[in-house]
C-alpha cells in the first residue's frame, strides 16, 4: 500500500472520531447544563437558606459545611447535601434518638395498646398513658416530615452528580477530539510531503527503486 495512501486513510478515520467525540461532548454538556439548571430551579423555589454564622449552636458549628454556607441560599446539590445530613439529620438525631419514621413505629403503637387497655379498665395511669402517646405520635410525624425533606434533598444531590460527571465526560470528549484533530492534521502534512511512489513497510529492493 503506498505510504501517501494508508496516511490518508488514517487522517480520515481520525478526523471522523474527532467529529463523533465532538458531538458526544456536546450531548454530555447540553445534559450537565441541564441537570445543573434544573437542581438550582427546583431548590430556589423552596427558598430554604442556612442559618447565619452568628445563630448556629455548638453542635451545628461542628459541621464544616453549615459554617461554610452559613447565611446562604440554597441552591446548588452540594448545598443540598450538607443541608440534608448535616442540619437536618443532626436534628433528627436530637428529636429521635437516633431512631427513625419506621423505629418510632414499634412504641406507637405499644403505647395504642396500653391506652386501649387503659380506657377499658379506668386504669389511673391512664392520662399518663395518653401524653407518652401524643408525644411519640408528635415525634414520629416530625422525624417523618425531617426524612421526607431530607430524602428529596438528596436526590436532588444525587442528579447533580450526574451533570457534573457529565461536566467531566464532556472534558474528556473535547480533549479527545482536540487531541485526534491534531494527529490527523499532522497525518495530512506527512501524507502531502510523502512521496507518492513510496510504499508502506516496502522490502529493501523496493524502496531502493523507488529511491532510484
Known amino acids: 500500500m503506498k505510504r501517501r495512501t494508508l496516511d490518508l486513510l488514517f487522517s480520515i478515520g481520525g478526523l471522523g ?3 463523533l467525540l465532538l458531538v458526544v461532548g456536546i450531548v454530555l454538556t447540553t445534559n450537565a ?3 445543573n439548571t434544573y437542581v438550582h430551579d427546583q431548590l430556589g423555589a423552596q427558598h ?4 447565619p454564622a452568628d445563630t448556629l449552636t455548638d ?3 461542628k459541621s464544616d459545611c453549615l459554617r461554610e454556607y452559613a447565611g446562604q441560599a440554597l441552591t446548588t446539590g452540594k448545598q443540598a447535601e450538607c443541608y440534608a445530613n448535616e442540619f437536618i439529620g443532626l436534628h433528627l438525631t436530637a ?3 437516633g431512631k427513625t419514621y419506621a423505629d418510632l413505629g414499634g412504641p406507637q403503637t405499644a403505647l ?3 391506652v386501649a387497655q387503659a ?3 379506668r386504669a389511673a395511669n391512664l392520662a399518663d398513658l395518653q401524653k407518652q402517646l401524643a408525644d411519640v405520635t408528635a415525634q414520629r410525624e416530625t422525624v417523618f416530615k425531617g426524612e421526607t425533606l431530607r430524602g428529596l434533598l438528596l436526590t436532588s444531590y444525587g442528579f447533580s452528580e450526574f451533570g457534573r460527571k457529565a461536566e467531566q465526560g464532556a472534558l474528556a470528549m473535547y480533549l479527545g477530539a482536540a487531541l485526534l484533530l491534531l494527529l490527523s492534521l ?3 502534512v506527512h501524507a502531502f510531503r510523502t512521496p507518492a511512489s513510496a510504499t508502506f513497510a516496502a522490502p529493501d529492493e523496493a524502496r531502493e527503486r523507488v529511491t532510484t
Not at 430554604?48 to 442559618?51: M, P
Open 17 to 19: 472520531l474527532a467529529v
Open 33 to 35: 447544563n441541564f441537570a
Open 48 to 51: 430554604i437558606s442556612f442559618k
Open 59 to 61: 453542635e451545628e458549628k
Open 95 to 97: 428529636i429521635g434518638g
Open 112 to 114: 395504642k395498646e396500653q
Open 119 to 121: 380506657e377499658q379498665t
Open 186 to 188: 499532522a497525518g495530512l
